[in-house]
């Protein structure tokens, strides 16, 4: 009898071990899912912005170089 003791108590042990992971697993699953739902929303997920593209104004951008073409020319004397 003291080896079917020992068996039962394993077997018990598993599944106690068994449900506690399932458990956790369940606990994960809702801890994605509520984090899931406060991120801000991606790009293609509809209204959220693109980080990569915020801020970019579309159409003709200012050159970057013309400040420096600018003062080129008053240093050179005219003739």
Do not use: F, H, S
Request: charged share 45%.
């Amino acid at each position: 009898m003291a080896n079917r003791t020992k068996v039962t108590q394993q077997k018990r042990a598993r599944e106690r071990a068994k449900q506690e992971r399932q458990q956790e697993k369940t606990r994960r699953r809702e801890e994605a899912k509520t984090r899931k739902a406060n991120e801000p929303q991606q790009a293609g997920g509809g209204g959220g912005e693109d980080p990569d593209i915020a801020g970019i104004i579309p159409g003709p951008q200012p050159r970057p170089w013309d400040d420096e073409l600018e003062d080129v020319a008053e240093e050179k004397p005219e003739n």
